[in-house]
Structure formats: C-alpha cells, structure tokens
C-alpha cells in the first residue's frame, strides 16, 4: 500500500520560501511521476507540479513556472516542491500524489500540508 507523507509547510510572508517535502512508501516508485496539487478554501483543487521517479523530468502550472521547482531523492524516496518568491495566492492545503507512468490519474494521495502566505 503506498503511503505518501508531506511535510514542510507552515506561514511565511510574501516573497519568501518554503521547501515541502513528499516520503514515499509501500512500493517500488520507479515507474512513477509524482504530482503537486493545492486547493485554496473555496476553490478546486489545482495541479502544480509535477516530476518522474526515473529521470526527473518536471512539468509546472504557468502560475509557479519560474518560481517553484519540484525534485526527488531516489534514495530516500522523496520529493520536494522547493517554493520561492512565495505569493498570497500560493496559500492552499498543498497535497503530493503518485500516478503510474505517464497517466494523468493519480491513484494515491497524502494528507497535505497547509501553506500560509502572508501578505
């Protein structure tokens, strides 16, 4: 059963950083891309990021491109959504999730970590 834990969120003032992280478990990722979403009170929730286990390959929503950049440890079967130039609107409940090789569907999801961004 795979098992996906954020962690690194918290309240920072505008125009700061913050660098959430994504420990993987319950299973081989390598066939794996690995999503970030967020969902602000009142609204949908909206993707990210995103990046593949195998070779790192990274893709953004237009409104982070520039600004956010998704990594991964192998070794330590984690990811991290590295967030500069933090914006009010970031704030949202940020969530990793895994999809299986190039679908669009993520089956997994962790619990999200809460992002605050100060104005």
């Known amino acids: 059963q795979v098992r996906l834990v954020e962690s690194g969120g918290g309240l920072v003032q505008a125009g700061g950083s913050l660098r959430l992280s994504c420990a993987a478990s319950?299973?081989?990722?390598?066939?794996?891309?690995m999503g970030w979403f967020r969902q602000a009170p009142g609204k949908e929730r909206e993707f990210v990021a995103r990046?593949?286990?195998?070779?790192?390959?990274?893709t953004y929503a237009d409104s982070v491109k520039g600004r956010f950049t998704a990594s991964r440890d192998n070794a330590k079967n984690t990811v991290y959504l590295q967030m500069n130039t933090l914006k009010p609107e970031d704030t949202a409940v940020y969530y990793c999730?895994?999809?299986?090789?190039?679908?669009?569907?993520?089956?997994?999801w962790g619990q999200g970590t809460q992002v605050t961004v100060s104005s």
């Open positions: 319950g299973r081989t990722f390598g066939n794996y891309a």
């Open positions: 990046i593949t286990w195998s070779d790192g390959y990274t």
């Open positions: 999730a895994a999809a299986i090789g190039s679908s669009a569907i993520y089956n997994d």
